[in-house]
């Protein structure tokens, strides 16, 4: 079993940045997908951004202002986001998927914006 450690969050007020990461309790192989996914209170888990062979996938909020990008010694996924927004308050997780199916969840780190 592979654990997945968010770190980064906090509380930013809004135009703010932030850069999350994502440590693996060890170097995860056959990864397929990784990405960040956020659960905003009373709503759904929706996902943020993915980055796989065939390129990133961004959700429409957050086109423009997040990136996520890989560390290819790690295999494991950052986010960057900037011009952060209240709406953007959740917890982000990471997500990494191996084939075969499995996929990996972090615990979680809070990402708080004020206005």
């Known amino acids: 079993q592979v654990q997945l450690v968010e770190s980064g969050g906090g509380l930013v007020q809004a135009g703010g940045s932030l850069r999350l990461s994502c440590a693996a309790s060890?170097?995860?192989?056959?990864?397929?997908?990784m990405g960040w996914y956020r659960q905003a209170p009373g709503k759904q888990r929706e996902m943020v951004a993915a980055i796989a062979s065939g390129g990133t996938n961004y959700a429409d909020s957050v086109k423009g202002r997040f990136t996520i990008s890989r560390d290819n010694a790690k295999n494991t996924p950052y986010l960057e986001m900037n011009s952060l927004k209240p709406e953007d308050t959740a917890v982000y997780y990471c997500?990494?998927?191996?084939?075969?199916?499995?996929?990996?969840w972090g615990q979680g780190t809070q990402v708080t914006v004020s206005s």
């Open positions: 997500v990494i998927a191996i084939m075969g199916g499995d996929t990996y």
């Open positions: 060890r170097k995860i192989f056959t990864i397929t997908a």
